[in-house]
């Protein structure tokens, strides 16, 4: 499986970025998507998940009410839609697949493929 993410930026504070995530290859294997963000000087962190086959979402506290996650499996696309964009989300943000159902989504090791990072700026 393959991913490629885009939609990164530079937005204002308060602002809305869409992010992209656009799987190819063995789609069929997929059963969680992911998106992670790692700040400058800081360790990559989970963001939030989706089931590829249900409507279960996943969200870390720190964006619960602002980020939604949703996916279309017709396009093979997952998208990261974040509002209300806060100086602290400024990172390099990467959505990844895992192959098998992760008892802990938030655990980066559970995810077998990885996209290569977009770019998102959010300044004050």
């Known amino acids: 499986v393959q991913l490629q993410a885009s939609g990164g930026g530079l937005v204002q504070a308060g602002g809305s970025l869409r992010l992209s995530c656009v799987l190819s290859?063995?789609?069929?294997?997929?059963?969680?998507v992911g998106w992670f963000r790692q700040a400058p000087g800081k360790e990559r962190e989970f963001v939030a998940a989706i089931r590829w086959t249900a409507a279960n979402t996943y969200y870390a506290d720190s964006v619960k009410g602002r980020f939604t996650i949703s996916r279309d499996n017709a396009k093979n696309t997952v998208w990261l839609q974040m509002n209300r964009l806060k100086p602290e989300d400024t990172a390099v943000y990467y959505c990844a697949a895992a192959q098998r159902d992760p008892p802990l989504v938030w655990r980066e090791s559970q995810y077998d493929y990885w996209g290569q990072g977009t770019q998102v700026t959010v300044s004050s």
């Open positions: 290859g063995a789609t069929y294997r997929t059963y969680m």
